[in-house]
C-alpha cells in the first residue's frame, strides 16, 4: 500500500530501488505535490509544497487533517487546499464528480494564484487515497492581469475622444452645403472612426469576459421570433452589399430558450457580417434553425457563399486575434476578436460553436443553445490564463 499504509513510516520515502527513483522524481518536481489517504491523514509533502506553504513534511506527515484546522494559522493554507471551498476564492475547472478535478484557488494575504490537481489512487477497485498536485501561476497570472487593466484602462482612455471625433464627423458629414469632394473624405474618415469605435468596445468586452463579469441577463425567448427579427434589420445592408439574405425556418414549433439577448445578437450580428463581407459577388447568406436529434438543443446555422477557410486556419478560427490569411487579404480591416467573443459568450449559455468550410465553396457556421435551463453554467467563470 506504499504511503497510505497507515502502518509506513513517515514519508521520507523507504529506499527499495524502484521507490529510489521514486524519491528522485519527487525530489525534482517543480509542482507542489500533497499525498493523503481516504481518510485525510497527509502521507506525503514534497519539497516544493513544504516551500509554497511553509510546512515540512517531517512535522506534518501522518497528521489527519479536518476543516476545522483552517483556524490554526500555521496550517490555514494546507487545509484550504485540500478542502478548496474553505478558500477565499476557488474557480472550477473540471466537472463536479469527474477526475482528474482541477480547481483554480486565490489567495490575498500573501498574493497566492494556485491551480491544483488532484487525481484519486486506487487499489483493487477501492479509492485508498488521493494525490493533489498545487501548480503556483501567481506570476503568470499577475503578467496577465497587468496586461488586462492596461487594455481596460487604454480603452477607455480612448472610447471619449472618439465617441466626441465620431459625432463631430457626423454632423459635419450632415452639413447639406459640404463640396461632395469632401464629403467622400468625411465619410470615409467616419467609416473608419465607427471601425475604431467598435475595436475598442471589442477590447472592453474581451477584458470582462476574461474576468469574468462580462454580465449576462437571461430571458425566456421564442429563437424563432428573435431571428426573424433580426435578419429583418440586417436584410437592408444585404441587399445594399449584393448579397441574397434567406432565413430557413423550423418545420415546426420549437422550445423556447433562456438567453442574453443583448450578447445572443452580438453572436448572430458577427456571424451574419462575416457571412455578408467575406461573400462573393452577388453571393448568398442563409440562416437556420433546427432541433438537435435526441439532444436539448437548439442549433442555428449561418451559411455562406464565400471564399471558405483554410482547414489549418478553422482549427484557429475561435481565438483572440487571429484572422485568416485569405480572409485578411480579402479585407483588410478586422481585429480577429468577433469569433474569439462569440464564443466565450455561447459557452457561456451553454452551447458549443463550431464551423464546416471548404475552400471556394462557402462556409458554415453552427453553434446550440440549450433549451434545459439547468444546462446553463450557473454563473461566469474567469477564462484561464
Do not use: C
Request: net charge negative.
Amino acid at each position: 500500500m506504499g504511503f497510505f499504509s497507515r502502518n509506513a513510516p513517515p514519508p521520507s520515502l523507504r529506499q527499495e530501488p524502484e521507490e529510489g527513483m521514486l524519491r528522485a522524481i519527487i525530489l525534482a518536481m517543480e509542482d507542489a505535490l500533497i499525498v493523503y489517504d481516504e481518510n485525510f491523514f497527509v502521507r506525503l509533502v514534497n519539497p516544493a509544497a513544504e516551500r509554497l506553504l511553509g510546512i515540512r513534511n517531517a512535522d506534518i506527515a501522518n497528521t489527519q487533517l479536518s476543516p476545522k484546522q483552517a483556524e490554526d494559522p500555521s496550517l490555514r493554507r494546507l487545509v484550504q487546499i485540500i478542502f478548496p471551498t474553505l478558500a477565499p476564492t476557488l474557480t472550477p475547472r473540471s466537472k463536479s464528480g469527474e477526475y482528474p478535478q482541477v480547481v483554480d484557488i486565490s489567495f490575498t494575504d500573501p498574493y497566492l494564484e494556485l491551480r491544483t490537481i488532484t487525481s484519486p489512487v486506487a487499489d483493487d477497485g477501492r479509492v485508498v487515497g488521493f494525490t493533489k498536485i498545487i501548480r503556483d501561476r501567481t506570476r503568470e497570472v499577475s503578467l496577465a492581469q497587468s496586461k488586462t487593466e492596461f487594455i481596460t484602462v487604454a480603452s477607455h482612455q480612448l472610447r471619449t475622444p472618439i465617441t466626441n471625433l465620431e459625432w463631430t464627423l457626423e454632423t459635419i458629414a450632415g452639413d447639406p452645403g459640404m463640396p461632395e469632394t469632401l464629403k467622400e473624405i468625411v465619410q470615409g474618415a467616419l467609416v473608419s472612426v465607427k471601425q475604431l469605435h467598435g475595436i475598442v468596445e471589442d477590447l472592453l468586452s474581451i477584458t470582462k469576459i476574461e474576468e469574468g463579469r462580462f454580465g449576462y441577463n437571461f430571458q425566456e425567448v421564442d429563437l424563432n421570433a428573435f431571428l426573424q427579427q433580426f435578419l429583418g434589420n440586417v436584410l437592408p445592408q444585404a441587399k445594399r452589399l449584393g448579397i441574397s439574405l434567406y432565413y430557413d425556418p423550423p418545420a415546426g414549433e420549437l422550445p423556447k430558450v433562456r438567453i442574453d439577448v443583448q450578447k445572443v445578437s452580438m453572436i448572430v450580428q458577427n456571424l451574419v457580417d462575416n457571412a455578408i463581407r467575406y461573400n462573393v459577388q452577388n453571393g448568398s447568406v442563409t440562416v437556420g434553425l433546427t432541433p438537435q436529434p435526441n439532444a436539448p438543443y437548439l442549433e442555428v446555422t449561418v451559411k455562406d457563399t464565400g471564399i471558405g477557410i483554410p482547414a489549418e486556419a478553422a482549427q484557429k478560427l475561435f481565438t483572440k486575434f487571429f484572422r485568416a490569411p485569405n480572409a485578411a487579404a480579402s479585407v483588410t480591416d478586422g481585429s480577429g476578436l468577433g469569433l474569439y467573443i462569440a464564443k466565450n459568450i455561447v459557452t457561456a449559455h451553454g452551447g458549443q460553436i463550431w464551423v464546416e468550410s471548404e475552400m471556394g465553396r462557402g462556409s458554415v457556421f453552427h453553434f446550440t443553445l440549450p433549451t434545459d435551463p439547468s444546462l446553463i453554467p450557473p454563473k461566469e467563470v474567469p477564462l484561464e490564463f
